[in-house]
């Protein structure tokens, strides 16, 4: 069964700390693996995305990585901000059909001031 | 530019009423999704369409109808309101081609069936 599993499901970190995020997945036939940021009462709005050959992608402060071999990927948050208070949904892209995505239940991070 | 727009934001509902919901998008995107998102679980998918004049079943189409009269606009319909449908309803788009394009989101539906 194709699956994509995070933890923890919520974490609380002070503003300017560091945080990473987990993603195991079981999804065949991989394509990419996608990171989106949720805020509160808005839609999915993307981070990063990887391929299988691909093992670390950054976008500004945000840094995602996978390891194809174990299935793993993260998401680490550098100098966090307020404005970083958000789900973060790890997405699983198969490498067939038009429609095919695996979504995981996401990490809903709170930054405290 | 609006993007990928949804109306109405929010609605409540009795139980066997109907209503449908709108998805509209100006980016000439060939592929429109509706999905649902529910606590504690991933946003699943009701129906898609991959072109004008065209839809496909998703995950979880029972309950719900579809239509894609034009490219722009993906209207997701429910006929017969259960407590069981009480979600946030988001639509997403995206270009035609491989899995690698993006998959962009509007800001949600928040229904609620009493």
Partial sequence: KNQVEQSPQSLIILEGKNCTLQCNYTVSPFSNLRWYKQDTGRGPVSLTIMTF????????????????????SSLHITASQLSDSASYICVVSLNSGT?????GTGTRLKVLA | ?????????????????????????????????????DPGMGLRLIHYSVGEGTTAKGEVPDGY???????????LGLESAAPSQTSVY?????LAGGPEETQYFGPGTRLLVL
């Fill in chain 2, 65 to 75: 109808n579809v239509s894609r009269l034009k490219k722009q606009n993906f209207l």
């Fill in chain 1, 53 to 72: 050959s691909e093992n670390t992608k950054s976008n500004g402060r945000y840094t995602a990585t996978l390891d194809a071999d174990t299935k793993q």
């Fill in chain 1, 99 to 103: 429609y095919k995505y695996i979504f």
């Fill in chain 2, 90 to 94: 988001f639509c997403a788009t995206r």
């Fill in chain 2, 1 to 37: 530019n609006a993007g990928v727009t949804q109306t109405p934001k929010f609605r409540v509902l009795k139980t066997g009423q109907s209503m449908t919901l709108l998805c509209a998008q100006d980016m000439n995107h060939e592929y429109m999704y509706w999905y649902r998102q």
